[in-house]
């Protein structure tokens, strides 16, 4: 019986993680669809980074009682599950409580884990009604309805339901129990099962553990669907984040080898350049997904949803359409759609007249961006919305000619005067004489 229950485990892990790392392919596959960039320049300051960003929570902890708990649900989520090691060892080789030839430290970690898994419930229970009974502003804007504000809450009852499951399982255990170290909380809840006898505990610590484990592999498989899913690309997002100034743009190549053409007095303006025939149509900015660079569409997987950028930014403050946060669902939810063409039509993209800009983000949007660089200053886990609305903004400008009528009539006078005012050189300094 041992033996059936062993093999079943090792079928259950098999399943949960090869399931996960066919999402994992999926989601390789979508960020490879954008443009390459290179960001494997100063590689000690990206480390640093990522140390002090995803692993530091250094940008999380600026509001500092969302931040304080969200480090209580980080850490005591990522430390418990350090546990998971003992539970797969356990299953595997019919062992119970591996570790618990450490002694006194492993009773010391146990202890740890439950003064943790406690924090954690009392940090969920603050969430959950920060979101469903004080309402805080930046949860309740049109784009976080419907399957956003359910998966956030759905995340929330996992937590709550995983460290029950562990302090229950712990309080059951009867080996455990008499053990007298590691049990600081969980001896507490083992005197609501006083009553039952030894083959009833051992029972209920049976079904909680094998639960446990199955609670852990759906969580597992769940972040792909989930914004949660940063809890595993926060670090590879802060490591490849752009290291340039804020407000310092990407300069396009087409452009740059145009205007040294045009400086340098010993080119022939007229002559034939060089074609590569096997390189793709040149595009001007980007219209879809495919047209962003990868590091911009790992953003859109990575990002939390928190509404940090979207509650500082002044266009959505004053009104205005714009939200930085639905840029980068709006980003994710079409790289997903595209993928799932690929995935229908056998590895090829088949175009289905969609694409990001108009069918997902406007250019009332785009337009509304003052970009003052406010979100991507505000991000925890350094996620640009402002790029990909630049490089949108450059569709419509350079491909479309669609700029706002007061944009076109100051290119309009850049051209002409050489200043955006609608006034030729000549005429700059008459406003001295109105006097």
Not at 321 to 347: C, F, H, W, Y
Not at 398 to 405: I, L, R
């Amino acid at each position: 019986m041992a033996y059936i229950d062993n093999l079943v485990f090792a079928l259950l892990l098999i399943a949960g993680i090869g399931y996960f790392t066919m999402n994992v392919k999926k989601l390789l596959r979508n960020i490879n669809l954008g443009r390459d960039v290179n960001r494997s320049d100063n590689p000690s300051e990206r480390w640093k980074n990522m140390a002090m960003i995803a692993l530091g929570q250094s940008k999380m902890i600026k509001r500092p009682i969302a931040g304080f708990l969200h480090v209580i649900v980080y850490v005591g989520f990522i430390i418990i599950n350090i546990e998971v090691l003992e539970i797969i060892i356990d299953g595997l080789f019919g062992t119970h409580r591996i570790f618990s030839v450490l002694g006194s430290l492993y009773g010391f970690l146990i202890g740890s884990f439950e003064i943790l898994a406690v924090l954690v419930l009392v940090a969920v229970i603050i969430f959950w009604t920060r979101r469903n009974v004080v309402k805080l502003k930046r949860f309740m804007n049109p784009e976080m309805k419907a399957w956003p504000k359910n998966d956030a809450n759905y995340i929330l009852y996992f937590e709550v339901v995983l460290m029950s499951l562990f302090l229950t399982m712990n309080a059951t255990d009867v080996h455990f129990q008499e053990m007298n170290s590691g049990n600081i909380i969980s001896q507490y809840i083992a005197q609501l099962f006083s009553s039952f006898d030894v083959s009833q505990l051992h029972l209920i610590e049976r079904v909680t553990w094998w639960i446990h484990i199955c609670g852990i592999l759906i969580f597992l498989n769940y972040l792909y669907f989930s914004k949660h899913l940063h809890i595993l690309l926060a670090f590879p997002n802060t490591y490849f984040a752009d290291l340039n100034p804020l407000g310092q743009f990407d300069t396009l190549e087409s452009v740059t080898k145009e205007v040294k053409l045009m400086m340098d007095p010993t080119a022939d303006p007229f002559a034939a350049q060089p074609v590569d025939e096997n390189a793709a149509p040149s595009k001007f900015g980007a219209s879809d997904v495919q047209d962003l660079n990868w590091v911009q569409l790992l953003n859109a997987y990575t990002c939390t949803e928190c509404g940090r950028c979207t509650s500082v930014c002044p266009a959505n403050i004053t009104g205005k359409k714009l939200s930085p946060r639905k840029i980068m669902m709006d980003t994710r939810d079409r790289l997903e759609q595209v993928g799932k063409n690929i995935d229908a039509n056998k590895g090829v993209f088949i175009p289905d007249n969609i694409s990001l800009l108009n069918d997902y983000i406007s250019a009332e949007e785009l337009w509304a961006c003052t970009t003052c660089n406010a979100c991507v200053e505000e991000c925890p886990v350094n996620i640009s919305p402002l790029s990909i609305i630049m490089d949108m903004r450059r569709y419509l400008v350079m491909e479309q000619s669609a700029a706002p009528q007061p944009v076109n009539a100051m290119m309009t006078n850049i051209e002409n005067n050489g200043a955006p005012w609608p006034y030729n050189q000549m005429d700059r300094l008459n406003w001295k004489d109105e006097n």
